[in-house]
Structures are given as structure tokens and as C-alpha cells.
């Protein structure tokens, strides 16, 4: 009989899995190669990439790593031993670019399963996605091993594409009546996958056309919110990211094992955007604090008055830090 144990739940380590989505041209190989450093800085060792696109060379002056070339076929298999080989060299930072390859790619998921069917009955349809599913449930139960028992971070890219919406029978009658013809409101945003493993991630970015590796923190239609992930531990700090980069990287890892300082620890700066005071809060008079505080507030008001809430949200998380250095300038001072 298998034998458990158990234990009073405590914040702590944490397994680190981190998704990219962006349209060609949003950003999002580089950004994921600065990700990877940044984690790089926390955990050391060499940043990896698996490259399907032939392309991420291009970047190896703004980010040091180990390349891996992987041509077709893209099975889920043939990542498996892709990732092998980097894990028998010892990596544990590795980067998948493209993921998207394991499903439409040559020799990927669609390809298998096209590749089954010929010959064979309509009949053999579902045998035949049964199969292909299996090999690729395989892959996937291997990266989550290693992701929640062998400390590997994963940080894979998905490529974003435009689908139509699912439309009602009455809307398709309606449209047909009418003669109506295909609105840019009738897409929405899909990722080029029907794999779980955006799902094992941590966090996800999205990244739009153009972005430059500036991901959407604040999804409102329900596309975008299914390709955009956080959690609890990671929200806070998720509503400050502007830039995908090594800061966000180094940041998600060291919330991952538990290790990332408080905000007094950090060092706050007064931001020059909101006041004339400069430098570190903590470094700051009582007065001087309180006095940018109220500012904060009034900032926040007025923003969210008017509906800017990426701003909005930005100064309530800058105010939570200043609040918490706040807090024990006050305690340090009762104590004196």
C-alpha cells in the first residue's frame, strides 16, 4: 500500500512555467530570451532555445544562450528528445520557439494524424486522433516531471492567429439575409495550438501585432482573457510589467522560490513622474513620505476617474510599496 505523509501548508517554492503568445512581428522570441536571462540571473547555468523557426540567432547579441536547430519533423516526440539532450548537457532554462510547430507544423500533430488516415476509413477518424493524442499526452506529463520535481523553467511561444467567432444560427440567417460581409469584429484572437500545456504554465503574456514585447496585462474580451494568465502570487506584481525583459524574468523566479525581498528591501524610489522629491523612500523623512502618499492618492482618484486603468492600477501597486516602507518608518519610530 502506497504510504503519505502530510504538512501545515506554507508559502514557499514554487514550480515556474512561463507562456508567450504574440502575433509575427509582436516580440515575442527576444522577449522570451529575456525572460530566460532574467531567470538565469536566480537560478545561473546557460539559457537554452530550441529554435524551430531557424531565426533566433538574430538575437544573440542582445541575449547570451545555447541554440538547439530543430527541422521537421515537429512530433511531440521529437521535443521530447530535443529537450533530453539539453537536459542530459544539464540545462534547466529552456526556451521552445515555436511551440505552435508540435501542432501545425510539419510533421506535427495535424500531419500525424493526416498521415494515419491514409488509406483508411472515415471510420478509423477517431482511432486515429486517439493515437496521435497519446504521443503528445506523453511530451506533456514529461515537461510537467520537470517542471514540478527537476527545477526545469520552461518559458515556451505560442504563435496568436485570427479566427472568426462562433456565430449563432440566427446570426448566420441574419448575415445571410442581409448580406452582410465579415466585420473585423466578427475575429477574435486564437493561439495556434489545441495542446494542455499553455495551461501548466504560471503565468502567460500576450503579445499583439507590433507590440515590441509590451504584453496586454488587462484583457477585457473573452479571447484575450483565456490567452492571458496570472495567479495569486504573481498578480501583484504582474499589474507593474511594461516590458518583457530580464527584470520580469529575475522577478517571476525569485516569487517562485520564495526568495523575492519586500518592497522596503528592494528600494522604492520616488517616482519623478508624480513629484519633484527624488531618490529612496525608505531614505525619505515621515513627513516627506506622508506628503507623497496623498499625492499618490489624489493621482489615483483622478485616474480612475477617468478611466485610465492601466494607470490606475500602476500607482495603487506603487502605493502599496510606499505604504508598506510607510508602515515600518512608523513602527520604527514608535519603538524609538
Not at 199 to 206: A, D, G, H, T
Request: aromatic residues 8%; proline residues 5%; glycine residues 8%.
Amino acid at each position: 500500500m502506497r504510504q503519505f505523509t502530510d504538512e501545515v501548508a506554507t508559502v514557499g517554492k514554487m514550480p515556474l512555467m512561463i507562456g508567450v503568445t504574440g502575433y509575427a512581428g509582436s516580440g515575442k522570441t527576444l522577449s522570451s530570451l529575456r525572460i530566460a536571462a532574467g531567470v538565469q540571473r536566480v537560478h545561473g547555468g546557460d539559457v537554452w532555445c530550441i529554435d524551430t523557426e531557424n531565426r533566433a540567432q538574430e538575437y544573440a547579441e542582445q541575449v547570451k544562450f545555447r541554440r538547439v536547430s530543430m527541422s521537421a519533423p515537429y512530433s511531440p516526440a521529437d521535443y521530447m528528445e530535443a529537450v533530453k539532450y539539453i537536459r542530459g548537457k544539464g540545462g534547466r532554462i529552456i526556451v521552445i520557439d515555436s511551440m505552435s510547430d508540435e501542432h501545425d507544423g510539419p510533421g506535427g500533430v495535424l500531419d500525424m494524424h493526416y498521415q494515419y488516415m491514409q488509406g483508411k476509413q472515415q471510420s478509423m477518424n477517431q482511432p486515429g486522433w486517439a493515437e496521435v493524442k497519446a504521443i503528445r499526452k506523453r511530451w506533456e506529463g514529461y515537461v510537467r516531471v520537470l517542471r514540478d520535481h527537476e527545477d526545469v523553467i520552461f518559458v515556451p511561444c505560442w504563435r496568436a492567429k485570427l479566427a472568426y467567432k462562433p456565430k449563432t444560427k440566427d446570426e448566420k440567417v441574419r448575415d445571410q439575409t442581409e448580406g452582410n460581409r465579415p466585420q473585423p469584429t466578427d475575429h477574435q484572437w486564437d493561439v495556434s495550438t489545441t495542446s494542455d500545456m499553455p495551461y501548466l504554465c504560471s503565468v502567460r503574456f500576450l503579445l499583439y501585432p507590433g507590440a515590441d514585447g509590451k504584453p496586454l496585462l488587462k484583457p477585457t474580451t473573452m479571447d484575450e482573457k483565456i490567452l492571458v494568465k496570472t495567479s495569486l502570487a504573481y498578480e501583484r506584481f504582474m499589474n507593474t510589467i511594461t516590458q518583457l525583459d530580464e527584470n520580469v524574468g529575475q522577478r517571476l523566479a525569485e516569487i517562485a522560490l520564495g526568495t523575492a525581498k519586500p518592497a522596503a528591501a528592494r528600494g522604492v524610489e520616488f517616482r519623478p513622474t508624480y513629484t519633484e522629491a527624488k531618490g529612496n523612500v525608505a531614505d525619505a523623512d515621515l513627513p516627506e513620505v506622508d506628503k507623497y502618499l496623498k499625492w499618490l492618492s489624489a493621482q489615483l482618484e483622478k485616474f480612475r476617474a477617468e478611466g485610465q486603468g492601466r494607470a490606475s492600477g500602476a500607482i495603487q501597486m506603487h502605493m502599496q510599496q510606499v505604504e508598506a516602507i510607510y508602515k515600518a518608518m512608523l513602527d520604527k519610530d514608535a519603538a524609538e
